[in-house]
């Protein structure tokens, strides 16, 4: 006989082991549109009528639908006998396409992309090296050539973008006040989701998308999205092109795709186009002191392991990747939700006065030294 602890143990192990499935139960049901119909419906359906709209076998519906109850993101009902399903809260705001909120575009990316890749994280371990060439037979030398592989895969990473932003972008934007940076620029901001929420929370500022040109010309073609006066596009490559005069930048999910060496080169770069008194604003998945927790941004960091060339990192590694770049006055904030956000400040001297510029109720002052 085993331990009187051994079924908590064993029940955890295999809670662990098929986390997988529990993920595929979710992406199956995005991509099959199960929400979608529930949504569409004037009332709760059985299995049949869902397999009928859906052009499902019954069978593999209903075992679909009964797991997604048991997940939560399925109610059910009881009604003439039958079984009848309907969206909870959680899927109505989350999984439903039509929703402002919905996350069905980043399960997708997950599903057809991140997904795959993690097929082969142990040979991701023992090489040091993302999996594009292993999963998808693309060489991986240039990553965004890898990420963007196609048209149609770069269409999908930046709707699932739109949707981490429509949920998380004005969190981590107004983690600090940024009222006093008039020009911001968003560094790999692609379609442009992260740019309206940050226009639309600070009503006095001008914001440039910063991006490849590919990047900008689909944002440009694909997305419900008109360059306002105080929103537009610049087309570049950060690591080789002049960036856009701003008084601030943005870099959201960016480092975390490179190595040390490339944030450095990155973040100097920034630091050279940077007037005195301006910043960078980091916006990453931040992982603890010791680099062991939370479990969130340790599966974010494997994945940039198997997708990228980075890691998550912590405040510290941050703050010591600004400190060599230039940057003084970092600040940190672990905004509620997956994200956290770092803002960085330049000094300078002047009539050899160390200066640092500072934002006060819409303002720049000055602090001499």
């Known amino acids: 006989m085993g331990s009187p602890g051994e079924p908590a143990a064993l029940s955890l192990l295999d809670e662990c082991a098929r986390g997988f499935m529990v993920s595929q139960v979710l992406f199956a049901a995005c991509e099959l549109g199960v929400f979608d119909v529930l949504a569409e419906a004037p009332q709760a359906l ?50 439903v396409r039509s929703s402002p909120r919905s996350q069905c575009n980043m399960l997708l990316y997950l599903a057809r992309t991140t997904y795959l890749c993690w097929a082969h994280l142990a040979q991701a371990v023992r090489d040091g090296k993302n999996q594009y060439p292993a999963a998808f037979g693309v060489p991986s030398d240039e990553l965004f050539t890898a990420i963007y592989r196609s048209e149609g895969e770069r269409l999908q990473f930046m709707r699932a973008l739109q949707d981490v932003w429509s949920v998380h ?40 998308i910063f991006d490849l040109p590919d990047v900008v010309q689909a ?27 701003a008084d601030l930048y943005i870099l959201a999910r960016v480092l975390h795709d490179w190595s040390d060496e490339a ?47 980075g890691r998550e990192r912590t405040p ?4 010591t990747l600004l400190a060599a770049a230039g940057f003084s006055d970092v600040r940190c904030q672990r905004a509620q939700g997956l994200y956290g956000a770092i803002l960085a400040r330049k000094s300078a001297f ?7 510029l500072y934002g006060v109720e819409g303002f720049l002052g000055i602090v001499r030294y």
């Not at 107004?174 to 989701?193: E, H, K, M, T, Y």
């Not at 510290?316 to 703050?319: D, S």
């Open 169 to 208: 972008g004005r969190r981590v934007l107004a983690a600090f006040d940024l009222s006093p940076f008039r020009r911001i620029c968003d560094l790999g901001g692609c379609s442009g989701a992260l740019a309206k929420e940050c226009a639309s929370l600070y009503a006095g500022c001008q914001v440039t």
């Open 316 to 319: 510290t590694q941050y703050r």
């Open 46 to 95: 059985d299995a049949e009528a869902v397999a009928t709209r859906l052009g499902t076998s019954s069978r593999g519906t209903e075992l679909l639908l009964d797991t997604c109850v048991t997940l939560k993101v399925l109610r059910l009902e009881a009604g003439g006998g039958k079984a009848l399903y309907g969206n909870t809260e959680l899927s109505s705001t989350y999984l």
């Open 350 to 356: 002047n009539n050899g006065e160390m200066v640092t």
């Open 219 to 245: 944002a440009r073609k694909h997305f419900l999205f008109l360059e306002e006066e105080r929103i537009g596009f610049h087309e570049g490559d950060f690591f080789r092109d002049p960036l856009p005069d």
């Open 263 to 309: 944030c450095s080169r990155l973040l100097a770069r920034i630091h050279q186009a940077c007037g005195p008194g301006g910043g960078v604003l980091i916006v990453e998945a931040l992982l603890d002191a010791d680099g062991r927790g939370p479990l969130t941004a340790q599966l974010y960091s494997l994945n940039m392991l198997v997708q990228t060339e």
